[in-house]
């Protein structure tokens, strides 16, 4: 039996996302009902998807976790030598007219792959657990030439949570973080180009450069705070109706849905995905398959990263990056990943009710 709890948390924050989509669309271009639509579509595909890689199960899919994987790292090669560039940075690959983000279904091949490796050659030696970070960084560094630093972020974060749950060394783990730490600095000098090095500056200081870099946080707190304990309303957000918040059906969905439902609003969303994340783990504690649980660690570290740092973005509590909220910003690349990545999750929740495997 499926986690029907699981699939309604989902289902209702898409389509909670739907109505915010179409109330955020309609002030900026007037194309709410457009956008909305869109989203819709994706979303009765991305559930049939679900549905599908439900049925095939998620042991059918770490059978081709190798095969995807290097069809993923093509695409991404793709995407930096074919793809146009969209505010500075090549994400996207047309074909027939439809437009996907390759970054997205990689977070699904980077998980299947790390699952089944980890698990072949656990991450307790030296050797091993640096093979584990090399399967990571080959998609991390075509992301960053992309340049597109939010998922090459998403990714390290998954990679991380699912070496924890391998049961790699503290002392490794705690070394990488240190190395991590110490790297920044290069990063911002000799990788980040000079809008992402705004965005670091303008989150410890947004008055620095009110109405350029730092006009988008700004912005955006306003819309957050001005939502109270109740909201505005449905459809009343000034905001966005006025055209002053950015990209609002997208990046900044969060501050719409806040301005719009208020605190009331913001802790229903929270307990959701609060709810939605427990489900998701307790499908890894069903589990008596060791791949099983690296696999479920990856996706509950996937979607709360993002949920923490869509939100955070929000607010000025983390630096802007450009990561969509899951189910709620408009967008059918990010959707459809996240529903194929819930329809891994259900399949070892139903076989982890069926206690076929064993570690």
Known sequence: MADRLMFVCALTLALWGVFCIYSAAAGTSGRGLDFALKQIAWLSFSVFAMLFIMIIGHHKMLEGAYPLYFLTLLLLLLTDLLAPKVNGAQSWLGVGGIRFQPSEFAKITIILTMSKFLSRYPPFEFKTFMAGLGVIMLPVILVVIQPDAGSALVYLVISFGMLLAAGTPFKFLGGLIGLGLSAIPLMIIF???????????????????????????????????????TGKGFMLGTQSKLKFLPEPHTDFIFSVFSEEFGFVGNLILILLFTLLLYRIILAGIRSRDRRSKILVSGVASWLWFQMFESMGMSIGLTPVTGLPLPFLSYGGSSLLATFIALGLVASVYIDGGNNKRGF
């Open 191 to 229: 990788v980040l180009k000079e809008y992402q090095k705004n965005r670091i500056l303008v989150f410890l200081d947004p008055m620095r450069d009110p109405l350029g870099a730092g006009y988008n946080v700004i912005q955006s707190r306003i819309a957050v705070g001005s939502g109270g304990f």
